[in-house]
């Protein structure tokens, strides 16, 4: 994934400037829903899982926004343990996982020629995954049996967005962390 985002970034940087008017990015909140699994923060779960993520686009220079950014993910899996004094069952694991940080992105609009209905971008985030991990009562094994990923990450992504009107968009966001759709409010 890295690989086709950063030969994207090249193609996309051949193209010319147009000299259009300077359109503002920022000021906006996105709302997605998408999945997270095997890269990043999430690559030990082995699975991908559902995420909701938001964040808030602020305007740092022409073409370039920084986004505080929340997401949200749940992982639980149910566990076989027993020993000589405890029965045998299952015993169920949950983990909330709560990623935050900042992301940076780039628009490419004055690089490649779209209509002005499209905004594409690449970008990079990162940021500290905060964990809140439990066992079921009763369940005496190794609570360390599921080894969380290092809570520092670091994932570039590339997506776009089509706006519906001066309000409201629409956004695709590939990540090789989280990848997200969602609504673009202004």
Do not use: C
Request: glycine fraction near 12%.
């Amino acid at each position: 994934m890295k690989k086709i985002i950063l030969l994207s970034s090249l193609i996309f940087l051949i193209f010319q400037f147009d000299g259009r008017a300077q359109e503002k990015y920022g000021q906006a909140l996105n709302v997605g829903v998408g999945i997270g699994g095997y890269a990043g923060y999430f690559s030990y779960s082995g699975r991908t899982l559902p995420v909701i993520n938001v964040n808030y686009e602020l305007d740092l220079a022409p073409n370039i926004t920084l986004a505080p950014f929340a997401s949200l993910y749940i992982n639980s899996d149910r566990r076989y343990w027993g020993n000589n004094n405890t029965p045998d069952r299952y015993y169920k694991y949950r983990e909330v996982v709560i990623p935050i940080g900042i992301k940076g992105t780039y628009y490419l609009d004055d690089i490649i020629d779209l209509t002005s209905e499209w905004d594409v971008y690449v970008g990079g985030s990162g940021g500290v995954a905060l964990v809140i991990s439990s066992w079921d009562a009763g369940y005496l094994g190794d609570k360390n049996y599921y080894h969380s990923g290092n809570p520092i990450f670091f994932d570039l992504n590339i997506g776009a967005t089509y706006h519906v009107n001066n309000k409201t968009g629409i956004f695709i966001d590939l990540s090789s962390g989280i990848s997200t759709i969602g609504v673009q409010l202004r």
